[in-house]
């Protein structure tokens, strides 16, 4: 970074409004063309500001990268989803959680930056340490910590909480994902996606629900 940005960074308030406007532009971009094919000018331009507020924002563009892909993941699966599914019953909090989750990994732009992170897997992995950090990880987080909260109040028998919430999500994924990766097929309809949710949150209860107490 020059020693004009440094100064902008440290020194300029920062528009919350640049802010969203750069991270939008910044998604799409990096969904349709990839990191690397994608300049801070052209990202700078689609949001109608200058280069210099990507630099007060976010330090360089894996900075940019980085807030892109956890606003994308924000969209569909908001800070306080697992939170909120506390007060629900087991089923429908899993059934909540899946289908914000198969609404995210199917969409069109999810789907995109897959490809995209697939097609720069040989180069350097500081980016799919971004992408990863940024998206997976933190829902792979969060979900085992709902998960040993129900296990905390007897709703689950779990061996290891967090391979668990891998198993549910990697389940809600299952072989259609790969398909539609790939382009064997469009993404699921809502319909589709519902009824797989309920297949999915079905088996993960049967391999993981408590025991009923023995009746006296």
């Known amino acids: 970074m020059t020693n004009t940005a440094r100064t902008a960074a440290s020194g300029r308030p920062k528009d919350p409004e640049k802010r969203a406007a ?17 300049s801070l000018e052209a990202i700078a331009q689609a949001a109608g500001v200058s280069k210099l507020t990507i630099y007060s924002h976010f330090g360089d563009k894996e900075g940019l990268f980085t807030a892109a892909v956890a606003a994308r993941c924000q969209q569909q699966l908001p800070q306080g989803l697992f939170e909120r599914s506390d007060g629900l019953p087991l089923r429908d909090a899993l059934r909540a959680i899946g289908q914000a989750f198969t ?3 199917f ?12 097609a720069q897997a040989q180069g350097d992995g500081r980016l799919a340490a971004l992408y990863f950090a ?30 668990a ?42 391999a993981h629900g408590a025991p009923c107490p023995p009746s006296r």
């Open 165 to 206: 919430a891998a198993h549910f999500f990697v389940l809600l994924k299952g072989l259609e994902h790969l398909r539609c990766l790939i382009g064997l097929c469009p993404p699921p309809s809502p319909a589709q996606l519902a009824a797989h949710v309920e297949r999915c949150v079905t088996l993960f209860l049967r």
């Open 107 to 118: 969409s069109e732009d999810a789907l995109q930056l897959n490809r995209t992170m697939a």
């Open 103 to 105: 609404a995210l990994v």
């Open 22 to 38: 750069l991270v939008e532009a910044a998604g799409t971009l990096f969904c349709q063309h990839g990191f690397e094919a994608v």
């Open 134 to 163: 940024a998206g997976p990880k933190r829902l792979l987080e969060e979900m085992e910590g709902f998960l040993r909260g129900q296990q905390a109040s007897g709703q689950l028998a779990l061996g290891d909480p967090r391979e």
